[in-house]
Nanobody
Framework: QVQVVESWGGLVHIGGSLRLSCAAS????????MGWYRQAPGMQRELVAV???????RYADSVRGRFTIYRVNAKNMATLQMDSLKPDDKAVYFC?????????????WGQGTQVTVSS
């Protein structure tokens, strides 16, 4: 079993910054991608940013240029640096860990951390 724990969400003013952290532990064997997704009230969960075991990252158009995802492979950790935050960034942010073993894929999620952007 894999435990995924997010931390450091919170309340920030428009234009401010937050840094989210995600740590995976437990049955870790081959993480090929870690990422952040978010879900606003009444909306579907959407991709924010993902990064593979190297440095290749993908971002949603809405956050590109404002958010940066980092990964520390040796520690099974990923960080999302969020700058120039907007009211539309308010959501619960979830960390996702994807593993592959031979032909099988495994996906684990954290409980989520709230990000609120106020005027």
């Amino acid at each position: 079993q894999v435990q995924v724990v997010e931390s450091w969400g919170g309340l920030v003013h428009i234009g401010g910054s937050l840094r989210l952290s995600c740590a995976a532990s437990g049955s870790i064997f081959a993480i090929y991608e870690m990422g952040w997704y978010r879900q606003a009230p009444g909306m579907q969960r959407e991709l924010v940013a993902v990064i593979n075991s190297g440095v290749l990252a993908r971002y949603a158009d809405s956050v590109r240029g404002r958010f940066t995802i980092y990964r520390v492979n040796a520690k099974n950790m990923a960080t999302l640096q969020m700058d120039s935050l907007k009211p539309d960034d308010k959501a619960v942010y979830f960390c996702n860990v994807e593993q592959r073993l031979e032909e099988n894929e495994y996906s684990d999620w954290g409980q989520g951390t709230q990000v609120t952007v106020s005027s």
